[in-house]
C-alpha cells in the first residue's frame, strides 16, 4: 500500500513482548490513516466498560498515509485512547517531528497494552523494539525528561513524554513532545502514566513508498510554492495563533474571570504583540512546515526566568483571560510550569479558573489551603495550585480529576461554574453570542473542544442571534476540519492561508495512487465521526441528548461586560440547535445514529451494538 | 476607480464567490469599512487591513489603484 509504512506495532507493557503485524488494507481504505486509524483501534480493541486507568484500556498513536511525505505540514501524530477525563472516546493530536519518525521506523500505528511494573519507556529503533527501564526519569518534567532522553539516545530521536501529571494519572495530563508541543486533551498522558510508560522514543531510517514520486514532487512543491504566493503569507507568522486575541475580545468570545464573562478589559496585554515584543526568541514549525506557528520565547521578571515555546491562543485564553492574568510574562510562565507538568493547558486554566471561583464565593476557603490563597491575577496562586494537582495533594487531588468530577464532589452549586461537556473542560471561545460555536462544544467528539468545528467567523457572518443553518455550517466543518487529522495534515494552511481545498484529494492520489474525490474523504471522515459517537454510545450508560448540553451558566446567566453583553442561549435554543443537527446528521432526537445511517456508512459492526444499547432502552 | 482586493486565510469564503482576489471598481471616496459592506462582508470578519503594505483602520479611506489586504483572523492554536 502506498503512502502507508505497512505495518502496526503492538506492544504488551505487562510481559515486555511486542508484534508487528501487516497493515490490513480495508483499514487503510476505509479510514485513512490518524484519527481514522485510532477511532478504528480502539472500538476493536479497548473492550467495553474497562477502566480508562487500567490495564486494559489501551493507547493508540497513528501517523497518516501523508505523514512524513514532502508537503506542507506533514508532520502531525494523533494519539488517542479510552478517556479518563470523560469516559468516552478520546484522541489528542500533537506536531513536531515524532510522526514522521514512526513511518520512516515502518509503522502506521502503535498499540501500547497493558501495564508496566516499573517505569518503563518504549524504545523504537526500526526493526528494534525494546521496554527499556526508565526510574531514573520517572518524576522529572516532561521537558526535563525529553532532554535527558536525547542526550541518553541521541539528538536523532524524536520523543514524547509525560510530566509528574502524567504520572499521577491526573485526567488532563498530556503527552509531551518537541520541547513543549503537547497531544493535549483527552487526558491521554493519564493513560500513560498508568501503565507506567514514562516516555516513546522512535527512530526510523526507512523510506516511505509513493505510488507516483514524480507527481508527489510536483504537487508537493506547487503547494509549497501555493503556500508562500497566499496574498499576506509572509505576515502570519509572526505573532502565531496569539494573535487572534484581540479579536476574540472585539467579537465578545474571550473567556474571562471562569467564563462568567466574554471580554477581559487588559487583553492588550496577553495578545500576540506582547508576546512578539516581550517574549519571542525565535519562530518554531514542526515538520515540513511553511507557517511556523510556535513562539520559543524566554519570561524573565525578577521572580522567574524560564524559555518557552508559547504561549499560543489557548493558553492565552484559559491561563490569560480565564484566570485574569495581566502580563504576558505571567501567562508565560504558567505555560511553562503547565508544559514542565505535563498538565493541558486549557484544561489546566479552566480548572485554575473554576477554583478561584471557587475561592472566591467561599466554597474552599483559605483554612482549607493551609493559608494559601486562589485569587484570580496571581501567577502565584496558579503555579500553586499546578503543583497541588499534579501531584494530587490537598484541594488537587480532587481537581486533577477535572471541574465534572471536582464539582459533583463538592457541590453547593459548583456545578455552575464547572464549565464542560461530556467531562472536558471548555476551550477558548464563549458560546454565548455564538451559536455555531456553542453548537460545535456541545457536539464535539471528544468533549468541549473546539479544533473540530470553529464556527465564529460563521456565526459572525450569517448573524449572531440566528440559529437557523448554524447545525448543517458546523456539521460541515466537523468533516472538513477532521479530514486533515485522517491524513495527518495541519489544518493551517487552509484556515490561516486560504489554501484550495481541492489541492487535497490530488496529493492524495500522488501519494497513495488511490482516487478518493472530496466527496469520498468527507464521506470518510462522517464514518469516523458517526463510529466515534457510537464508542460513547457503548461505553457511557445512558448516553444520549442529555450529555449535550453546556452548563446551565450558557443557557441561564446573560453575558455580564463587553460586546456580547446580555447576550446568552436559553435552553429552547439549545434545544432548536440540536434538533436541527441530529435531524441533518440521521440521527434520533437523543442523539443516536441510526440504523440506516450506520449501515450507509458501512458502520454495520457499531450498529449491532448500538441497537442492543437501543433494545435496552439505554441509547433512546 | 479600480481597487484590487486581496483576502488571506478563511475568511475568502464569505467573500463574493468565495475569492481571494477581486477587482472592484467604485465611484467616488470610499472607506474600508463602506468596501466591505459592499461586498456583503461583515466588518468583523476582517482583523486586520493593509493598504499598499501599510496597516490602516477600516474608516481608512481608498484612493484609485490602491491593493487592500484583509486578514482573517487566526483560527485555534
Redesign the interface.
Known amino acids: 500500500m502506498y503512502g502507508h509504512a505497512g505495518n502496526i506495532l503492538r506492544v504488551n507493557l505487562t510481559d515486555g513482548t511486542h508484534s508487528i503485524t501487516p497493515l490490513p488494507e480495508d483499514l487503510a481504505r476505509e479510514y485513512l490513516g490518524g484519527r481514522g486509524f485510532v477511532a478504528k483501534l480502539l472500538w476493536d480493541e479497548v473492550s467495553s466498560g474497562v477502566d480508562p486507568l487500567g490495564p486494559d484500556n489501551k493507547i493508540v498513536a497513528a501517523p497518516g498515509p501523508l505523514t512524513g511525505v514532502f508537503l506542507p505540514g506533514s508532520g502531525k501524530l494523533h494519539f488517542g485512547a479510552k478517556s479518563p477525563a470523560t469516559g468516552g472516546y478520546g484522541d489528542s493530536n500533537v506536531g513536531g517531528h515524532i510522526s514522521p519518525e514512526i513511518k520512516f521506523a515502518g509503522y502506521d500505528a502503535i498499540i501500547i497494552e497493558g501495564k508496566a511494573d516499573k517505569p518503563v519507556y518504549l524504545f523504537i529503533e526500526n526493526d528494534t523494539i525494546e521496554v527499556r527501564d526508565a526510574e531514573k526519569y520517572w518524576g522529572k518534567g516532561a521537558i526535563e525528561s525529553e532532554t535527558m532522553l536525547k542526550h541518553d539516545l541521541g539528538e536523532e530521536f524524536q520523543i514524547a513524554t509525560i510530566g509528574p501529571a502524567g504520572e499521577n494519572m491526573v485526567y488532563f495530563a498530556c503527552i509531551s513532545h518537541d520541547f513543549g508541543r503537547q497531544a493535549g486533551r483527552t487526558g491521554v498522558g493519564a493513560v500513560m502514566g498508568s501503565k507506567n510508560l514514562k516516555a516513546i522514543a522512535v527512530r526510523g531510517t526507512k523510506s516511505i513508498p509513493l505510488a507516483n514520486p514524480d507527481a508527489v514532487l510536483e504537487v508537493g512543491k506547487a503547494m509549497f510554492e501555493g503556500c508562500f504566493s497566499k496574498p499576506g503569507f509572509e505576515e502570519w507568522t509572526p505573532q502565531g495563533t496569539a494573535g487572534v486575541t484581540d479579536w476574540v475580545n472585539e467579537v465578545g468570545a474571550f473567556p474571562t474571570h471562569n467564563f462568567m464573562t466574554s471580554y477581559f478589559p487588559k487583553h492588550s496585554q496577553i495578545n500576540g504583540e506582547q508576546i512578539v515584543n516581550k517574549l519571542k526568541i525565535t519562530d518554531k514549525g514542526c515538520y515540513s512546515c511553511p507557517i511556523p506557528c510556535g513562539k520559543y520565547g524566554r519570561a524573565k521578571t525578577p521572580k522567574y526566568d524560564v524559555y518557552v515555546e508559547g504561549p499560543e491562543y489557548e493558553t492565552v485564553a484559559l491561563i490569560g483571560g480565564n484566570t485574569e492574568m495581566e502580563t504576558i510574562e505571567d501567562v508565560a510562565y504558567a505555560n511553562y510550569v503547565c508544559d514542565e507538568l505535563g498538565l493541558d493547558s486549557i484544561s489546566g486554566g479552566n480548572v485554575v479558573g473554576f477554583a478561584m471561583e471557587c475561592y472566591e464565593n467561599g466554597v474552599i476557603t483559605k483554612e482549607q489551603l493551609d493559608g494559601q490563597e486562589l485569587r484570580f491575577g496571581s501567577v502565584h496562586d496558579f503555579v500553586w495550585l499546578c503543583n497541588q494537582i499534579a501531584t494530587r495533594q490537598g484541594i488537587g487531588d480532587a481537581l486533577a480529576n477535572g471541574v465534572r468530577y471536582a464539582s459533583e464532589k463538592w457541590g453547593k452549586g459548583t456545578e455552575r461554574y464547572a464549565i464542560q461537556v461530556k467531562g472536558l473542560e471548555w476551550s477558548g471561545y464563549e458560546g454565548r453570542y455564538a451559536p455555531a460555536m456553542m453548537l460545535s462544544y456541545m457536539t464535539c467528539d471528544v468533549g468541549a473542544h473546539h479544533n473540530r468545528s470553529w464556527a465564529i467567523t460563521y456565526d459572525v457572518q450569517a448573524g449572531r442571534e440566528q440559529l437557523e443553518g448554524k447545525a448543517a455550517k458546523v456539521i460541515e466543518l466537523q468533516h472538513v476540519r477532521p479530514m486533515f487529522d485522517l491524513l495527518c495534515l495541519c489544518r493551517l494552511q487552509w484556515v490561516e492561508l486560504g489554501f484550495e481545498l481541492d489541492w487535497y484529494p490530488k496529493v492524495f492520489q500522488a501519494v497513495t495512487g488511490e482516487e478518493y474525490t472530496w466527496d469520498d474523504l468527507m464521506k470518510v471522515s462522517e464514518r469516523v465521526w458517526n463510529l466515534t459517537r457510537s464508542f460513547w454510545v457503548r461505553e457511557i450508560p445512558g448516553f444520549g441528548r442529555s450529555m449535550d448540553y453546556p452548563p446551565a451558566r450558557f443557557s441561564e446567566e446573560p453575558i455580564p461586560t463587553g460586546p456580547a453583553e446580555g447576550k446568552y442561549i436559553p435552553m429552547e435554543g439549545l434545544d432548536q440547535l440540536l434538533d436541527d443537527y441530529y435531524r441533518l446528521r440521521g440521527w434520533d432526537l437523543n442523539g443516536i445514529p441510526s440504523t440506516d445511517k450506520l449501515e450507509q456508512l458501512n458502520l454495520g459492526f457499531a450498529e449491532k451494538v448500538v441497537a442492543e444499547r437501543r433494545s435496552k432502552g439505554v441509547a433512546n | 476607480m479600480p481597487i484590487s482586493v486581496?483576502?488571506?486565510?478563511?475568511?475568502?469564503s464569505?467573500f463574493p464567490e468565495g475569492k481571494?482576489?477581486l477587482e472592484v471598481v467604485w465611484s467616488g471616496p470610499i472607506t474600508v469599512r463602506q468596501l466591505l459592506a459592499d461586498l456583503g462582508?461583515?466588518s468583523?470578519?476582517v482583523?486586520r487591513v493593509?493598504v499598499n503594505g501599510m496597516k490602516v483602520t477600516k474608516e481608512h479611506i481608498l484612493a484609485d489603484g490602491d491593493e487592500v489586504?484583509f486578514?482573517?483572523?487566526?483560527?485555534?492554536?
Not at chain 2, 486581496?6 to 475568502?12: D, E, Q, Y
Open positions: 486581496l483576502v488571506r486565510g478563511h475568511t475568502a464569505y481571494d482576489e462582508v461583515d468583523l470578519l482583523m493593509n489586504l486578514f482573517s483572523p487566526p483560527a485555534g492554536g
